[in-house]
């Protein structure tokens, strides 16, 4: 059973930046793909990017890219979200994932374990 924790989520003015945080537990980090997902008040949970076992390989959601980069420290069992250029359509609660496969990566159904996810609120 794997728990994990995030950290990091606050309040920044559009164009700032945040680094978010998962700390893994309970099981063999690089055993597991890590993925973060967020969701907005009124919206379906939605994906954001997905990083493989030993960081190797990186997906991006379209709205990210460019702007959003993932990172891992398998001997930190920690996965970090780098956040820059944001904007209001940024602000969700952000969720980090684990799975010890790389399936349909996008979708949330595929991801066995989840953090309770930080605020993060971009005001204009």
């Known amino acids: 059973q794997v728990q994990l924790v995030e950290s990091g989520g606050g309040l920044v003015q559009a164009g700032g930046s945040l680094r978010l945080s998962c700390a893994a537990s309970g099981g063999t980090f690089s055993r597991y793909v890590m993925g973060w997902f967020r969701q907005a008040p009124g919206k379906e949970r939605e994906f954001v990017v997905v990083i493989t076992w030993r960081g190797g390989t990186t997906y991006y959601a379209d709205s990210v890219k460019g702007r959003f980069t993932i990172s891992r420290d398998n001997s930190k069992n920690t996965v970090y979200l780098q956040m820059n250029s944001l904007n209001p359509e940024d602000t969700a609660v952000y969720y980090c994932?684990?799975?010890?496969?790389?399936?349909?990566?996008?979708?949330?159904?595929?991801?066995?374990?989840w953090g309770q996810g930080t605020q993060v609120t971009v005001s204009s």
């Open positions: 994932a684990a799975d010890s496969r790389l399936r349909i990566y996008w979708r949330s159904n595929q991801y066995a374990y």
